[in-house]
């Protein structure tokens, strides 16, 4: 039985049309009007990263929100605190590292979540192998857990991913951290074309989708994109104004392409 993340992203890819959940960093001055901007501008779902001191995954631009999160004093309960008002209708994800869910404890982090209204959460940093007491925790307290494709996966080990993956898979575009780039990297359409021929799941991809025309060039392998660096800048640099027109761009993008 889906929950809400994946009977979002099912409603969209039924209808024809395309996945779109942003990224924001949780805690960054101003982030829950630019998780209001997204939602109000066509997003699907919405990914709130936990600031962590130590991230493996991200980028420059992520790593300096995050930073400024942390300086101004945002913690994991802080942010689930915050999370609680934000009434914006469609699914939030949580995006945070091992050592936040270990912290807190398997089943009070999946219980935190829960009763601030999270759907779902991405562990980039934990692997499949090791994953499966989160994995109970998250699944009794109805919090679907993305898990993640890598490029360097091999064959027998996508339908294991897929197999065990809530909401969506993400379907990693690139080896390397988040970030903007000039091209969509040949990897992100290789390894989501791989991922949709072992699974019926949403496959979403993520990292290295930097515009609206990459956005789509992705769709046309995948069921939509995640969208971090590039909507992380624009709150950096313009707020949740600025946020909300890129968002609304990719949107309309996404929805007037041929499929």
Sequence with gaps: MSGRL???MRSRIDGGGK???PYITGGYPGWMDAVRACAANGADAIEI???FSDPVMDGPIIQQASQTALDGGATPVSILHDV????????LAVMCYYNTVFHAGHERFAH???SAGISAAIVPDLPLEEAGDWCAAADAAGIETVM???PTAPDERLPRVAERARGFVYSVGLLGVTGERAALALTATTLAA???KITTKPVLIGVGVSNAQQAVEASRVADGVIMGASVVRRMIDGGADSVGEFIAEVRHALDGATW
């Excluded at 609680?84 to 699914?91: A, E, M, N, T, W």
């Design 148 to 150: 993640l494709a890598a």
């Design 49 to 51: 990263g936990i600031p």
């Design 6 to 8: 994946e009977a979002a």
């Design 19 to 21: 996945c779109l959940v």
């Design 84 to 91: 609680r008002s934000l009434d914006v209708g469609i699914p």
């Design 112 to 114: 935190d979540l829960a």
């Design 194 to 196: 791989r991922v949709k």
